[in-house]
């Protein structure tokens, strides 16, 4: 663990399988081979341990990114940026609602972030990747074994202008699934002096080489908008809860996606990608992901950091239509 965050998290002792439990404000977290049991004033929550990990390493990863990131229909984190992090259980699932039972709290980044991380380090196995498709990896579950896997340290690519260097098999081997992958390079001439500020990079041959999944790093930035491929295999660890629109272009392979209402989890839609569609997501729905093969996916952002503000006043579209004018 991090020592300068180290402060932030309230530890408590290891249990008879040897993983300890965190305490953070009115929550705490403990595993046992299969679980993650989420204590909270209202009672407890039970989760796979496994599917817990995979959120857990894909919000801290991407900061709590843009508006809710659900582990599942139940808990999860609303990001409020500078006003904090709201932790909730129930709060945006339509039983829970009506059953008063739903919970939340919010509470400062740091501290959340702090003690994710120091969970990641106590919890996962040593031949657990979370970042990795099922096929590629070992299990969760079982008594603690050592760890963590190396994997939870890898910091997401967020670059200010544009990837420049490509991948290589030395650091980057092509993933299985795209073995005998075929494109051709393109060809850019730059003078000499704008050579450091231009660069070509195949993008296919680049997400070919990615060694995670379901993790969309920002690979080109031109102001607000954001370029954020991602390679995805399986099911998106987590459900996506927009705070403004997002687009996606398939590059290749195949995507299924549930479309559900954001404030509720009401299914809206079933919506099934084949490579060259494009689809855009209002800013009031949430979605999750599943492909049968490993696939690639453009996430364009918006990363205007004013947009969920302007939307909650009705300053700016919450649709693709309307921001087309077309509704």
Request: aromatic content about 12%; overall charge negative; glycine content about 8%.
């Amino acid at each position: 663990m991090v020592t300068e965050t180290q402060h932030l998290v309230e530890a408590l002792k290891a249990n008879e399988l040897g993983y300890r439990s965190f305490r953070l404000g009115g929550y705490t977290f403990e595993r046992n081979a299969y679980f993650t049991v989420i204590h909270y004033p209202g009672g407890e929550y039970h989760m796979p341990v496994g599917e817990f990990l995979r959120a857990v390493q894909r919000d801290i990863g991407w900061n709590f990114f843009y508006g809710m990131v659900k582990f599942d229909q139940v808990f999860g984190t609303f990001n409020h940026y500078d006003n904090g992090v709201d932790m909730f259980l129930g709060k945006y699932n339509d039983a829970w609602q009506k059953s008063g039972k739903a919970y939340s709290e919010m509470l400062p980044n740091e501290k959340i972030s702090a003690t994710f991380k120091a969970i990641l380090e106590d919890w996962v196995p040593p031949d657990f990747n979370p970042w990795a498709a099922p096929r590629e990896t070992g299990s969760p579950f079982g008594r603690k074994r050592g760890g963590p896997h190396p994997a939870i340290f890898r910091k997401r690519i967020v670059t200010k202008t544009m990837i420049k260097e490509p991948r290589t098999d030395a650091t980057h081997p092509v993933n299985e699934a795209f073995k005998g992958l075929q494109g051709k390079d393109g060809e850019m001439k730059i003078k000499p002096e704008y050579k450091e500020r231009f660069g070509l990079l195949n993008l296919y041959d680049y997400l070919a080489r990615n060694d995670v999944t379901w993790n969309p790093e920002i690979v080109s930035a031109v102001e607000y908008s954001l370029f954020c491929p991602t390679t995805e295999e399986y099911i998106l660890p987590i459900t996506h809860g927009n705070d403004r629109v997002e687009w996606f272009l398939l590059l290749n392979g195949q995507i299924s996606m549930e479309i559900r209402d954001r404030d509720t989890g009401v299914l809206r839609a079933y919506m099934h990608m084949k490579p060259g569609d494009c689809c855009a997501m209002p800013a009031d729905i949430s979605h999750n992901l599943w492909a049968p093969e490993r696939s690639m996916l453009l996430v364009w952002e918006n990363g205007n950091p004013e947009l969920p503000e302007l939307i909650r006043l009705g300053k700016t579209p919450t649709t693709p239509l309307q921001e087309f004018g077309l509704s």
